[in-house]
């Protein structure tokens, strides 16, 4: 079946590494890909989309990076800090679809 | 510009009750999703309004049904509740028509649902 998912459930940074988060997608068809970032007790927040006529993507501290060969999307922080500590889901999307989430990686991020 | 809002941001239910969870768009946004988040998973989609109208439905069964106002707002509701529907439910608004459009969700925080 189609699915969206991640390869790490937890990932543990220090602060001012860069982190990358990867998730895998096993429709070629999806043409549209969301990163979200949900913090404890809140409302998943967008981060950054790309279009899947796009290999990259850059917003203010994070990249995302699409490769369609592999079905493969990632998202980059530079710099972590704290406040990046959160939930991270991928979410796909085909035409007129309703967006697939993934199931989430936890981004720590120690001081 | 006011955010999505829901409420009640916690409940505690009992097996067989019914439900009611309410959601304000944000301001200009015509469309109004509405997704199950259980413990440690992605959210999980519902259904879709646009219009007063549903306009798209995941794999929930006829117990979970909605309605969306004149004013976009929209309601979710569930019938004959079980300890599986204990979860975080979100409602995302988007200015996008229906689900042709692309673009960000705005989710509003959440109604945690406890089913006992």
């Known amino acids: 079946g189609e699915s969206v998912g991640l390869h790490l459930p937890t990932l543990s940074v220090q602060e001012g590494d860069n982190s990358i988060i990867n998730c895998a997608y096993s429709n070629s068809a999806s043409d549209y890909f969301i990163w979200y970032k949900q913090e404890s007790g809140k409302g998943p927040q967008f981060i950054i989309d790309i279009r899947s006529n796009m290999d990259k993507r850059q917003g203010q501290r994070v990249t995302v990076l699409l490769n369609k060969t592999v079905k493969h999307l990632s998202l980059q922080i530079a710099a972590t800090q704290p406040g990046d500590s959160a939930v991270y889901f991928c979410a796909e999307k085909r035409g007129s679809y309703i967006p697939t989430f993934g199931r989430g990686t936890s981004l720590i991020v120690h001081p | 510009e006011t955010g999505v809002t829901q409420s009640p941001t916690h409940l505690i239910k009992t097996r067989g009750q019914q439900v009611t969870l309410r959601c304000s768009s944000q301001s200009g946004h015509n469309t109004v999703s509405w997704y199950q988040q259980a413990l440690g998973q992605g959210p999980q989609f519902i259904f879709q309004?646009?219009?007063?109208?549903?306009?798209g439905r995941g794999n929930f069964p006829p117990r979970f049904s909605g309605l969306q106002f004149p004013n976009y707002s929209s309601e979710l509701n569930v019938n004959a509740l079980e300890l599986d529907d204990s979860a975080l439910y979100l409602c995302?608004?988007?200015?996008?028509?229906?689900?042709?459009?692309?673009?960000?969700?705005?989710f509003g925080e959440g109604s945690r649902l406890t089913v006992l």
């Open positions: 309004y646009y219009r007063e109208e549903e306009n």
């Open positions: 995302a608004s988007t200015p996008s028509e229906g689900l042709a459009g692309d673009g960000e969700l705005f």
